[in-house]
């Protein structure tokens, strides 16, 4: 499966993470090479310090950054995407741009999701022509040591979109 993450801080970082060492393809999208790399770096140093503390071996750490692709070009980040993650500032407008303009690149049975921890799924999904596919994902920080993430429906969240959101997360636990 490959995986979009639009939004290289803390939560993007803490979901390309452990969706690349659960086996995904991952891309990870900022607005700034700098922020990319720099969002690259911290894993790679998240995942040195679980070796470190065996809690992992070597060799699945270095599988997991090298799923792991970086970009700022939001069409080839997008591009092909399975499961579109979107964890940028919460700021709904900002949201509602980011997934507007990302959609644009997706196919048609992609996954849409935001990490939405205070804005009403609905009222993201508004800026979408396919509402139906969007819902929130709410991981909690740190994001490789929580297990728990959050599933939320708006108004217009399909029950396939629900199904794939709940299959997805279980597959990354």
Same mark, same amino acid.
């Given at each position: 499966?490959?995986?979009?993450?639009?939004?290289?801080?803390?939560?993007?970082?803490?979901?390309?993470?452990?969706? $690349?060492? @659960? *086996?995904? #393809? +991952?891309?990870?999208?900022? !607005?700034? /090479? &700098?922020?990319?790399?720099?969002?690259?770096?911290?894993?790679?140093?998240?995942?040195?310090?679980?070796?470190?503390?065996?809690?992992?071996?070597?060799?699945?750490?270095?599988?997991?950054?090298?799923?792991?692709?970086?970009?700022?070009?939001?069409?080839? $980040?997008? @591009? *092909?995407? #399975? +499961?579109?993650?979107?964890? !940028?500032? /919460? &700021?709904?407008?900002?949201?509602?741009?980011?997934?507007?303009?990302?959609?644009?690149?997706?196919?048609?049975?992609?996954?849409?999701?935001?990490?939405?921890?205070?804005?009403?799924?609905?009222?993201?999904?508004?800026?979408?022509?396919?509402?139906?596919?969007?819902?929130?994902?709410?991981?909690?920080?740190?994001?490789?040591?929580?297990?728990?993430?959050?599933?939320?429906?708006?108004?217009?969240?399909?029950?396939?979109?629900?199904?794939?959101?709940?299959?997805?997360?279980?597959?990354?636990?």
């Amino acid at each position: 499966m490959r995986v979009t993450v639009l939004g290289a801080g803390t939560m993007g970082c803490g979901i390309a993470h452990v969706a $690349a060492f @659960a *086996g995904h #393809d +991952v891309s990870l999208r900022d !607005v700034e /090479e &700098d922020i990319v790399s720099d969002g690259i770096e911290g894993i790679a140093d998240t995942l040195d310090e679980s070796v470190e503390q065996d809690a992992i071996v070597r060799e699945a750490a270095d599988a997991a950054l090298d799923r792991i692709t970086g970009t700022t070009d939001l069409e080839r $980040a997008v @591009a *092909g995407a #399975d +499961v579109l993650i979107e964890a !940028v500032p /919460e &700021d709904l407008e900002l949201k509602r741009r980011v997934l507007g303009d990302a959609e644009a690149f997706l196919d048609a049975d992609a996954l849409i999701a935001s990490n939405i921890p205070s804005i009403p799924v609905t009222a993201i999904a508004s800026a979408l022509d396919s509402p139906e596919r969007f819902c929130g994902l709410h991981f909690f920080n740190p994001v490789h040591r929580m297990a728990l993430v959050e599933v939320v429906t708006g108004e217009r969240t399909g029950e396939r979109t629900r199904e794939r959101a709940v299959s997805f997360v279980e597959g990354i636990d």
